[in-house]
């Protein structure tokens, strides 16, 4: 009796607009921060500069150095190193493509099914993109620390 009247009160308490529109979902996933320009913090971005710079230089300098003064043990731990900024940067580069990617499989996968089940599918994965990042992340990193461990 009361499982009935649950979902009543749920669009009760919703204006009308929102209430009657069923194209779009109903949870609110999406969080925007907006901040003055005067109060951006780029503190990250310089630390991550800094330690990118000293990765690239580090490389830089130190193969020659590996190479001239035949020191193979110093060779491969750089290549050692490169390898795991390599892998941090595909997981990177995954996280990034990962809208496109779930666009591109939705459509491939649900090529039979109408165009509306394709379109909940999809709001159903913006709607959790912040989860669904967190999961993508975790997966990649073990993927490529397995794919490490295994090199």
């Known amino acids: 009796m009361f499982s009935s009247i649950i979902p009543i009160l749920k669009v009760l308490g919703q204006n009308l607009n929102d209430a009657l529109n069923f194209n779009r979902s109903r949870i609110k996933?999406?969080?925007?921060?907006?901040?003055?320009?005067?109060?951006?913090?780029?503190?990250?971005?310089?630390?991550?500069?800094?330690?990118?710079?000293?990765?690239?230089?580090?490389?830089?300098?130190?193969?020659?150095?590996?190479?001239?003064?035949?020191?193979?043990?110093?060779?491969?731990?750089?290549?050692?190193?490169?390898?795991?900024?390599?892998?941090?940067?595909?997981?990177?580069?995954?996280?990034?493509?990962?809208?496109?990617v779930e666009i591109a499989l939705t459509y491939g996968a649900l090529f039979w099914e109408k165009q509306s089940m394709r379109l909940l599918v999809l709001n159903n994965l913006k709607t959790h993109s912040l989860r669904n990042k967190l999961t993508s992340a975790i997966f990649s990193m073990s993927l490529a620390f397995n794919i490490f461990i295994m090199v």
Request: hydrophobic share 60%; no cysteine.
């Open 29 to 100: 996933g999406t969080f925007v921060e907006i901040m003055k320009k005067s109060k951006a913090n780029v503190v990250p971005y310089i630390i991550f500069g800094m330690i990118t710079f000293v990765y690239g230089f580090s490389i830089f300098y130190t193969m020659p150095l590996s190479l001239l003064s035949m020191k193979i043990s110093l060779l491969l731990a750089i290549f050692l190193f490169i390898l795991i900024g390599l892998l941090v940067g595909l997981t990177l580069m995954a996280m990034n493509l990962q809208r496109f």
